[in-house]
């Protein structure tokens, strides 16, 4: 191989390793900004994220020259394919993730881009796990060259100003992309319940609740504190909250809800050990929160001084201020405070 060779392969190298750090960026700080409002601050990991997944464009002419050089793609082998599909999938969440960003909430044959987004995202995994085991890029010492970190630092700069344009279209543009909040998401149905859409997780649905026979239970420790049916917790339901619901799906809502604060259903002392509370559906689906977010948490029965539709999660649903929407356990079941940690759970429910 000529000296000419070398350069360019040092070259793919480094667009390959920039590609893929910048995919497990997106990657990483996509879920990061699912957390959003719980455990991330702010803005910050959405920025990071939409500049990390713009990023990508930018390396595309780059990554093209390796393709077109590549003995896979010109022998056309299922390698190459597999490669293809990759590219496809990063593209496809890529552009549908701009559309989410500039379009607003809303849906194109069935599917909102979000979903699309995430959905191609995920994807993508498998085929990029392929990808670098047939492909591994060893590092070299002169990667660490100064050239690379002004390369770096260049990619960096393209990245804002990719993302301060697109930023710059919505504005200039008047879309709904200038409204978005921090978490990048739309306001759909604030102060009109019956506008904001009926969202479950992933698996879960709306079930059929035979409120003659509903109750709520409390527990503490192991030992049942409450019980009530729904007109006994009506009869409790003074405490009013504003609050916003913002849905992982892309929207927001925010909305006057009132209910019962869950401190008043609590015991005054509870055991020294308590560490956290569980929020328990009649479906099933269930979160655990810390005990030091019991003051902000309100079973609420009514939004916007009528009360809850089934798919808002009537009898009760769980308002948890502050939280993305997956935190909102609706048609609740039962509230468990125990002694495990708040953590003990998967960082995003299952069902
Ligand atoms: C292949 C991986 C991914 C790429 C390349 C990517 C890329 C992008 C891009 C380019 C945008 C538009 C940014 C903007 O114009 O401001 C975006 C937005 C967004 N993405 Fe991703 N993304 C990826 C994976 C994910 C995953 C896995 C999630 C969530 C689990 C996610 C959540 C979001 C959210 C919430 C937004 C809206 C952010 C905002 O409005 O500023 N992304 N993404
Ligand atoms: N039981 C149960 N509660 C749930 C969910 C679910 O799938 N099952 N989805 C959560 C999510 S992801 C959101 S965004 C809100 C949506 O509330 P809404 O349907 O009233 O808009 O409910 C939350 N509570
Ligand atoms: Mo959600």
Redesign the pocket.
């Known amino acids: 191989m000529g000296r000419e060779g070398r350069v360019r392969r040092r070259a793919g190298r480094r667009t390959n390793v920039a590609l893929l750090v910048l995919l497990v960026l997106a990657f990483a700080t996509g879920w990061a900004a699912f957390g959003t409002g719980t455990t991330t601050p702010g803005w910050i990991v959405t920025v990071l994220h939409g500049a990390a997944g713009l990023a990508l464009v930018l390396l595309v002419p780059w990554k093209s020259l390796i393709v077109r050089r590549s003995r896979a793609f010109r022998s056309a082998s299922w390698r190459a394919a597999a490669g293809l599909v990759l590219g496809v999938l990063v593209a496809v969440s890529l552009l549908a993730g701009v559309v989410h960003v500039l379009g607003g909430f809303r849906t194109y044959a069935g599917l909102t881009p979000m979903q699309v987004h995430v959905g191609a995202a995920v994807l993508a995994v498998p085929f990029a796990v392929l990808h670098v085991l047939r492909h591994p890029q060893r590092p070299r010492r002169t990667d660490l060259s100064r050239r690379t970190l002004l390369r770096a630092l260049w990619l960096g700069g393209g990245a804002a100003a990719a993302y301060v344009a697109v930023e710059g279209v919505a504005r200039g543009l008047s879309l709904p992309g200038q409204d978005r909040r921090v978490t990048g998401s739309h306001e759909v149905g604030s102060d009109r319940p019956e506008a904001?859409?009926?969202?479950?997780?992933?698996l879960?649905a709306v079930p059929r609740v035979d409120v003659a026979i509903w109750r709520l239970r409390v527990e503490v420790a192991g030992r049942q504190m409450a019980e009530l049916d729904r007109d006994a917790l009506l009869a409790m339901a003074t405490d009013e909250m504003e609050a916003v619901?913002d849905?992982?799906?892309g929207w927001y809502a925010d909305q006057r809800w009132r209910g019962v604060r869950l401190d008043r259903l609590l015991p005054a002392s509870l055991p020294p050990d308590a560490r956290s509370v569980v929020v328990v559906?009649v479906?099933g689906?269930a979160r655990r929160l810390p005990l030091r977010d019991v003051p902000f948490l309100l079973i609420a029965t009514h939004v916007a001084d009528r009360p809850l539709s089934i798919?808002?999660?009537a009898p009760a649903?769980l308002v948890a201020p502050g939280r993305r929407?997956?935190w909102?356990?609706?048609?609740l079941d039962r509230v468990v405070v125990d002694t495990r940690p708040w953590w003990w759970q998967p960082p995003f429910?299952l069902?």
């Open positions: 904001m859409p009926v969202t479950q997780w992933a879960d619901l849905c992982t799906g559906s479906t689906y798919g808002h999660g649903r929407g997956f909102w356990v609706k048609w429910p069902q």
